[in-house]
Structure formats: C-alpha cells, structure tokens
C-alpha cells in the first residue's frame, strides 16, 4: 500500500458558509481532519495541518515553511507521495514556488475547492480522493508539481486560475491539461520536457509585478525608485512593447543594476523583440530588459525571487528565463 503525505493549508476546501449570512470562512477546526477520507483500503495517509489560512493570506515565508515541511518528511521517512490542500487563489503560485525549489521525483499534488464543505455541491472531497490517487500513481513520479483539480491533472508551470467561481476555474492555456482522473485510475497523455530546479535556504529579496496599460508612464517606476527594490517583472503589451513614456524610467532602474523580466499580459503566446519603435520589444531587449519564455507575471515574479538567491549575473538571469 502506497504511504502519501496530506499536507493542510487552509483555503475554501476547508471552510464552512455561514447559513444565516451566506459568508464563506474558516471555521475552528478543519472539516477534511475530523471527517476521514473514505480512500484508507487504497493508500495510507499520514495528514498534518500546517497552516490553517484563507489563500490570499499566503506569502512567500508560509511558501518557503511548506517547502521545509515537504523537505523533511521526504529525508525523515519513506513516502510515496505529498499532497497540499490550499486556496484556490494563490495555489497556483505556491505549486510553481515548490516545483521550483524541492528537487524529487516523488510526486507532489496540490488541490483545492471552488465550493466550501456545507456547500451543496462541495468539490473538495472529490478533489481531494483525486489528488490522492494522483500522488499515489507511479506514472505521476518525475513530472514536477502537479495541480488536480475537476478531473484533470495540469503542470505547476502552466496551470492558472481562469474564473472567479466555476468548479472548472483551473486551466492551462495554450496546453491543457497534461492528464486525467477517471473512476478507472489516473491517465497521462503529455509529460513536461523541461524542468527548473534551484534549491534556496531563503528568500531575501524583494521583486514587485506591475501591468502595463495604455497611457503608462514613468511616474510608477519612479515610486518604485525609491523603494527597496532587487527584481521588477513587468506584464507587457501583446509581444512584449510598453507606452514610450516608461523607457526613460526603466533604463534609469536598469542602470542601477534592477533586473527587469518581462512577460506578456496576454494569456497566450511568448514574449519577443519584435517591434522596432520607441517602447517596443528590440529597443527593450537592447536595454537589457529580460524576456521569458511564457510564464504569467505572478510566477515570473516567483522565479525571479528565487532566481536573486542564486545569482544576480545578468546572463545567467537571462538564461534562467529562457527556458
């Protein structure tokens, strides 16, 4: 029998709607502790509850706990998988901070809900029996971290939250989903060429995102100059332009040794240095601005996070975010 890791974090999964006011919170006790899981014949679960947080209320420094967390119980005993319930907000962030940082061929699941456990229609224990069938399968080994949610299984590096309440929410643009869950057992059909890995003692540094829109100026780099600042990524117009009126300001930031990553606000595609005019791609890439190869700005932001911790060599961060 498979031994897999149930690791808590709070988020909607573990909250209750109040009946009388319709507010969705967290309740004294975790509701997925005190009703045990109908999958013990299939695998042994050992669960601990590590945080007990709605998801926005997650940072960095609970990311870099869990991640110690999964590090030591991987050393200190024999186990065949993790599992991480969190909030459905910030989960896909947390999921790529882990796949970034744990180096293991154990597979690592997180899972979430859209609906809370009183809720008619909760998804959260079905997600949750999923995620452990996943975490058990010796097809899951090697693929990185992994999101399960509605049936579907999707890499940490792709997966995205797409819509405020649908059970649906998580997608992975442009790819899909690199599996299935099925009553019959889990099936994959794509498996992740690539894979980044950097493991880090801490996080020291401090990285801002910003979006870029029509009519952007300076005036937001210049606030920005006054801050304490180690890394800005930056979601970019369409192929990765900004409005004329920022470059003055970022190659003042560039000149003071800030990496800049840029990223495209569109869900789809990649940035390039294509468009030749004030603001646009080859004048940015010329600056020094640093393009990645198709992350969203949250997770660039995390990669760039963890990324300062190893080097801040221009050429290495460059080649970092090429892959």
């Known amino acids: 029998m498979k031994t897999v890791y149930l690791f808590h974090t709070g988020g909607t999964i573990s909250m209750k709607e109040d009946e009388k006011t319709g507010a969705v919170q967290p309740d ?7 009703k045990p899981l109908q999958l013990n014949r299939m695998v ?30 991987i050393n200190e005993v024999p186990i065949d998988g993790v599992v991480i319930t969190h909030g ?50 010796e097809d899951a080994k090697g693929k990185g971290v992994l999101v399960v949610m509605n049936d579907e299984i999707h ?35 794509h498996t992740p060429t690539v894979r980044d890995n950097y493991p880090i003692q ?9 979006k870029a829109y029509a009519g952007m100026d ?15 990524v930056i979601e970019a117009l369409g192929q990765g332009n900004l409005p004329p009126k920022t470059v003055p300001a970022l190659q003042k930031l560039i000149y003071k040794g800030i990496p800049i990553v840029l990223v495209s606000r569109c869900f789809n595609g990649i940035v390039q240095d294509v468009y030749g005019y004030e603001g646009g791609g080859k004048q940015l890439k010329e600056l020094g ?35």
Do not use: C, W
């Open 218 to 232: 300076e005036h937001i780099f210049n606030a920005l100059d006054k801050m304490p600042l180690n890394g800005l």
């Open 88 to 137: 459905t907000d910030t989960l896909e962030e947390t999921a790529y901070f882990l796949d970034l940082t744990i180096n293991t061929d154990i597979p690592i699941v997180l899972t979430g809900a859209m609906r809370s456990s009183n809720e008619i229609g909760s998804d959260g224990p079905y997600n949750l029996i999923s995620a452990l069938k996943v975490a058990s399968s």
């Open 289 to 323: 601005v640093i393009f990645s190869n198709g992350l969203n700005g949250p997770k660039a932001r995390l990669k760039l996070l963890v990324a300062l911790e190893v080097t801040t060599d221009y050429n290495q961060l460059q080649e970092m975010f090429a892959r």
């Open 155 to 189: 890499t940490a590096e792709n997966v995205t939250k797409t819509h405020t309440s649908n059970v649906a929410t998580f997608q992975s643009p442009q790819y899909g989903p690199i599996g299935l869950v099925t009553k019959r057992g889990v099936f994959f059909h």
């Open 44 to 73: 042994n679960v050992i669960a601990e509850q590590v945080f007990h947080l709605p998801s926005p209320h997650m940072t960095q420094n609970e990311m870099l706990i869990l991640m110690n967390t999964i590090n030591e119980k």
């Open 28 to 34: 004294s006790t975790n509701p997925l502790i005190s």
């Open 202 to 210: 801490q996080l020291s540094k401090q990285v801002m995102l910003l």
